[in-house]
């Protein structure tokens, strides 16, 4: 009971706010400048990213001062964002905005469509180029900006591989049998308990890192969800979803929940992860990285993968728009995106990232091939119910994939209709 | 509101309803009015919205306890808390009165055991969890030992095993609370019954029986109360323990489902319904066990 009557104080307390709060949604506040408040992540890399950005900012502009902080701690950051937004207490800007939130975030009229800034559209695809399309809302406007990539790829430890008798400079990878007679030759072995250890629980956003990057690698980066229609109860989702499905029987990847980094600790021989994890492999994991498969083995030039993207959006609290939108701009400049790169190694979204910062990436050749693979990359599609219609797919996918108790072409058929509905849903 | 009235209201222990006064404000902000609002929200079309917002919130009658009991995530979430409630209540009772009466008993190590009944009680549900997963994993401590009668699926992963694991852990994790209970239930047994008992004859088994089990009786009703409340507002275990409620669903909790539908998914409304189900579900629950439960009492 405890928890349903905090639930419920909860609601109770930001519903008594929301009362109080006279917010202005509108674009009123579009020029008006002054002292602000931004978000952003609390890992190390990015904090300390954040603080020279803001020190930056606020060295050339004291009469616009920008506050920072680490986003509140909360079970996700997307709850602490809606619960902020609710009581009208959110940030002007937050450095690291779910896409997958975004149409729940507007819904609430938590949001700022950048469009509302003469310059804003233009910004916006001039920066990241066609890439910014899959991040316009179903009303045409921007309400995010295409802030930084982690592309999904694989990595493999080297060691492992070795140890299997398995080429560690050119693995084979690139098909799924190919991916399937390593994984075996691995795990029999016991180079590694398991081949790949993606997370089999059934939080939404677990997709993104199991069936979602190998379904836009094999259908050439179409996303979950397009013109209005659910993608993946296809013959492509099928095949990826049966790949997963052969892993999973086979006991080559694991149906168990892992406590700690799978791929760290020497359990699984292969991780699908962005760069962002570079650094904790630092030092203890001798590492390659290779694009995610497919059916009949595309090279990394064509390859699609998801681009588990953070965006920089613009909430409506935020009265010193004017100032918030320069500060958008600032931060997502070339100079403060190089930074960006140097201290997190997370892909800025921006066009032609690689010929930009071409100094950093011939010091860092190990990141190179994340910034070719992140343009071509897909993100969460922006529609609405988005979270809901993630749960629906996780949940098929997990009944038919990782537990194998549907045909998987079955469950995908069901969950496509599913979803369907809820994209048209309001 | 006229002084007479005022009088009347507080009785004639005005002390006493000024003492209780703060804990009514209390119970008014914090549980009725939440609860009254949760009702309202479960008959509209609600989502939390920025202030100033303009949106609307149409009443949309019972659409949403419809879309709750049509869905079948909800309806097998609700029969996994019946499964759990099913081991956990019973398991609960038994062992804390057992261990409660074990514990009373003149034993050497006394504090020691009833320190170590309550750690886990009072330990972060997170870290306990940890060594639970490291126990009942493929692989585990309790796999090991099994040897070839190990469970395949392992019991986490296993759509039979998964719920009836949690309610056993969920057991032993809030054992020391309801061994407390029955501990101080036991000081006021009267030592005279158990000399008659002896007396007349009866054994330990015979003693505890007609002694100890009619004489804790009020504290028994309490334990089953307490343990089928807290009990149907599972969240954290098998959020935790089964990775958000699986496999397939088959750990999932009314709660766990109330929170991805009204909180990760935005829908408020929804998440309040399955709430004001499970309420009512709880209610009707309790007023059967303090039927058969505490039918001697009065």
Sequence with gaps: ?426 | MTITTLGRLAGKQPIGAALVAPYVVFLLAVFAYPLGFAVYISFHDYFFAAPGADVSRPFVGFDNYVTVLSDPAVRRAFGNVVVFLVINVPLTVILSLVLANALNAAVRWRTFFRVSYYVPYVSASVAVVGVWLFLFNSNGLVNSVLGPLAPSPSWLVNSGLAMPTVAIYVTWKQLGFFILLYLAALQNVSADLYEAAEMDGANRLQRFRNVTVPGVRPATTLVVLVSTVTGANLFTEPYLLTGGGGPDGASASPVLIMYQRGIEQGNPDVGSAIGVLLIIGVLLLALVERRIVGRDED
Excluded at chain 1, 190 to 210: C, R, V
Excluded at chain 1, 309 to 331: E, P
């Design chain 1, 1 to 426: 009971m405890r928890r349903t009557i905090t639930a419920a104080a909860l609601v109770v307390a930001l519903a008594a706010i929301t009362a109080c709060g006279n917010g202005d949604t509108g674009s009123s506040g579009a020029t008006a400048r002054g002292p602000i408040t931004v978000w952003y992540s609390n890992n190390a890399e990015e904090v300390a990213w954040g603080k020279q950005m803001v020190a930056a900012w606020n060295a050339g502009h004291p009469d616009q001062k920008v506050t920072a902080q680490e986003i509140p701690t909360g079970k996700s950051s997307e709850e602490v964002i809606g619960a902020a937004i609710t009581a009208g207490n959110a940030p002007c800007l937050i450095f690291n905005t779910s896409p997958a939130s975004v149409s729940q975030f507007q819904k609430q009229g938590g949001l700022v469509a950048l469009d509302d800034f003469p310059d804003g559209k233009s910004y916006v695809e001039d920066r990241s180029g066609d890439v910014a399309q899959q991040y316009k809302s179903p009303d045409g406007k921007y309400y995010q900006l295409p802030w930084k990539a982690n592309p999904v790829m694989i990595f493999y430890n080297k060691k492992a591989f070795a140890k299997a008798g398995i080429d560690t400079a050119k693995p084979p990878l690139s098909t799924y049998d190919e991916f399937l007679a390593t994984s075996r030759k691995l795990v029999s072995s016991k180079a590694a308990k398991f081949a790949i250890y993606p997370a089999p629980s059934n939080e939404f956003y677990q997709s993104w890192f199991d069936f979602y990057p190998l379904y836009a690698a094999e259908t050439g980066g179409k996303q979950l969800v397009e013109n209005g229609h659910a993608t993946f109860a296809s013959d492509q989702g099928t095949e990826v979803a049966r790949f997963w499905r052969t892993l999973y029987a086979g006991k080559l990847a694991s149906q168990e929940k892992y406590t700690g980094d799978s791929f760290v600790d020497g359990t699984a021989a292969m991780a699908i992860v962005g760069p962002w994890a570079i650094a904790t492999y630092q030092g203890k994991i001798d590492w390659g990285v290779v694009p995610v498969p497919t059916s009949t083995g595309k090279s990394l030039a064509e390859t699609y993968t998801f681009s588990d993207a953070k965006n920089v959006a613009m909430y409506s609290a935020c009265a010193n728009r004017g100032t918030a939108w320069d500060v958008l701009k600032f931060a997502t400049g070339k100079d403060q995106d190089g930074k960006f790169l140097a201290a997190t190694g997370q892909i800025p979204l921006r066009k032609d990232v690689t010929t930009e910062f071409a100094g950093y990436f011939a010091k860092n050749p190990d990141y190179r091939v994340f910034a070719d693979q992140a343009s071509r990359t897909v993100g969460v599609p922006n529609v609405p119910n988005s979270i809901t219609i993630w749960q629906t797919f996780r949940d098929a996918y997990s009944r038919s994939v990782i537990f194998g108790r549907q045909d998987p072409a079955q469950a995908l058929g069901a969950a496509a209709q599913k979803v369907d509905q809820l994209v048209s849903r309001p």
